[in-house]
């Protein structure tokens, strides 16, 4: 059987409050997941359910407080400082928004040869690493002397897709990576994404609050509600047939062009909100 790539344990993540009487916020609480080489594990909740600290903490970005995160076996909170600068060439990322992730001062090569010239990857190979990167995401090697603003919010991602790809990650976090898009920019990108790891074989964690998006994409789902994970298993299962009430509702929060269907759907996630009201009331939750 092969070995996950990335396994997250029992993981907590707390967050100061100011004023001394105030308790901690608690970001996640006990959240286990673990991704295989190759697979992407879609991590979709609403805002405020811990998905996108899960995704820091894996980037080393958010205070872990319990738990363990291990990279290929190893445990990332006690590496030393060399071995956290290799791994950040194995985990890369790519954030939510296309038009303040890449500096507008630096030309498109500019930004994709930065992480090269850290690898000390001489002046001609990194150009050619370049043409292949905007090759591989869909843009023409003309693209390499502009700067970001002369594209668009798609072409922008693409080019983020590239940065993160420049030095063949093993795992690639992506934060709403589409959520910023158009529909029609958003399928060319999901395609674009599925392309690429058919191509190279990287691994994603993939967050998003859609569950149409990462149905798109998932081999496996895992849903986050309130810091913890509610549902995790089959991508198809997951997004076609939820078991857990919160899961069916985000299902059903998705538009349909039918008004009769849309107006059902309002009252069925109504009627799920008030059952799981009146069961976290029965429990003592509220």
Known sequence: MTEPLLVVEDLHVDYPVKGWRRKPFKALNGVSLDILPGECV??????????????????????????????????????????????????QVVFQDPYSSLNPSLTIEQSLTEPLRVKKVS???????????????????????????????????????????ALSPQLIVCDEPVSALDLSTQARV???????????G????????????????????????????????????????????????LLLAAPVPDPALQEQRRADRRRLLDAQNEMALQSGAL
């Open 190 to 200: 999901l395609d674009l994404f599925k392309d690429i790891q058919e191509a190279t």
């Open 202 to 249: 990287v691994a994603y964690l993939f967050v998003s609050h859609d569950l149409a998006v990462v149905r798109h994409l998932s081999h496996r789902v895992a849903v986050m509600y309130h810091g913890e994970i509610v549902e995790y298993g089959p991508g198809d299962k997951v997004t076609s047939d939820p078991e857990h009430p919160y899961t069916q509702r």
């Open 123 to 165: 002046a001609a190979d990194a150009s050619r690493r370049v043409r292949t990167l905007l090759d591989q995401v869909g843009l023409p090697s003309n693209a390499a002397g502009r700067l970001p603003r002369e594209f668009s919010g798609g072409q922008r991602q693409r080019i983020a897709i590239a940065r993160a790809l």
């Open 42 to 91: 879609g991590l979709v909740g609403e805002s405020g359910s811990g998905k996108t600290t899960l995704g820091r903490a894996v980037l080393g970005l958010a205070p872990v407080t319990g738990g363990s995160i291990r990279f290929k076996g190893a445990e990332i909170g006690t590496l030393s400082r060399r071995e956290r600068r290799r791994l950040s060439e194995e985990i």
